[in-house]
């Protein structure tokens, strides 16, 4: 059952791109597919494993699939069984990790998730959209508006670039922290063009919207600050967070495509929220105090770029900064001079005349 905190828009006609299933997903096979499928987690329980992601349960019916490097997931996901109703949030970059995800939640539930959930419209959480045939997808209005326009444009984007991107990051050294990362990361958005269908929500909210089942309850709450739009899903009974991008642990963040001071604020929001577990949409399982650590990250950059401006330098200075000492071994490095000129570039739009 589904409360709306604001006004739901329901379109009835379902996606916009494609409804259809990528014949590459095919149907849930029986649980004896899982014979080769498991390993043992816990003296007393088995869990399905992949090498695209790491299923941990966080608490009774409540999972998460963290991505491993080298995998074409990229992003964190969430298995949520509210009893009766079943959610999953985010769908991975790729269909093929995405399917995976999908048959462990049948599994685990024996049960179609009834619910696939967007965070926001970026690519590597939503492309895996298409291998959850029969879940209806829910997002924001403006998330929805974004996967059908930007969404495409990267897809495009991809369909030229992605192949030279991987073959620059396979010659990058051994010893490069993001080698594995980034290899995953070229090799999901090639794997995600395959017969691509970009699936919009057929159910949008706007700050707000709220699942009822039989075990718990599931908030989504509408923020923004990484992106034009965000979602988090939250477990209010069960201290769970699954925050996609609004939380990066031990990676650095995206910054570029968001408002940086909007970012803070959410994430003050989120910090207000109590909760005890925070799923990142990238980055391993985090705790409230990597919130803390996020909100002081986009400070330290903010602080960087005025830095900048101060000494007379622009975006081409913000590029030569080297990575504060306490970031320095946080994934995606190659993300901060993106960061620190995007600041810049913000704080010298703030400052000219008519702006």
Request: hydrophobic letters at 35%; charged letters at 25%; proline letters at 5%.
């Amino acid at each position: 059952m589904i409360f709306a905190s604001t006004r739901v828009n329901r379109n009835c006609g379902g996606v916009s791109f494609s409804a259809q299933a990528s014949p590459a997903e095919g149907t849930i096979k029986p649980l004896i597919w899982w014979k080769e499928h498991i390993h043992r987690l816990t003296p007393g329980g088995f869990l399905p494993k992949s090498k695209n992601f790491e299923l941990q349960e966080l608490t009774d019916g409540v999972y998460a699939a963290i991505a491993t490097d080298g995998g074409t997931a990229i992003c964190n996901a969430g298995i949520i069984d509210l009893g009766g109703t079943v959610l999953v949030f985010d769908a991975f970059m790729s269909p093929v990790p995405a399917l995976e995800l999908r048959r462990i939640a049948v599994h685990l539930t024996e049960k179609e998730p009834d619910y696939l959930v967007y965070s926001h419209y970026h690519h590597d959480h939503i492309r895996g959209a298409q291998a959850f045939k029969d879940s209806v997808v829910v997002g924001t209005e403006k998330t929805k508006n974004l996967v059908s326009t930007k969404g495409k444009e990267w897809a495009d984007y991809d369909r030229e670039t992605a192949a030279s991107r991987l073959a620059e990051v396979q010659k990058a050294s051994e010893d490069d922290i993001d080698r594995s990362l980034d290899i995953g990361y070229f090799s999901g958005r090639i794997e995600s063009l395959k017969d691509l269908h970009l699936v919009l929500p057929s159910i949008t909210f706007e700050s707000g919207i709220r699942f009822h089942g039989t075990k718990r309850v599931a908030e989504v709450v509408g923020l923004s600050g990484h992106s034009e739009s965000d979602a988090v899903l939250v477990l209010p009974d069960d201290g769970v967070g699954f925050l996609g991008d609004l939380l990066f642990v031990r990676t650095h963040p995206f910054l570029p495509d968001g408002d940086p001071d909007l970012f803070v604020r959410s994430l003050d929001q989120i910090e207000a929220m109590g909760l005890k577990t925070c799923i990142p949409g990238h980055g391993a399982r985090g705790r409230p105090e990597d919130v803390q650590k996020m909100r002081e990250y986009i400070r330290r950059v903010q602080d960087i770029a005025a830095e900048v401006i101060a000494s007379g330098g622009g975006p081409a200075e913000a590029r030569s900064r080297r990575v504060p000492d306490s970031y320095e071994d946080w994934k995606w490095r190659r993300f901060f001079p993106d960061n620190v000129e995007f600041c810049v570039e913000q704080r010298l739009a703030h400052k000219a005349p008519n702006s």
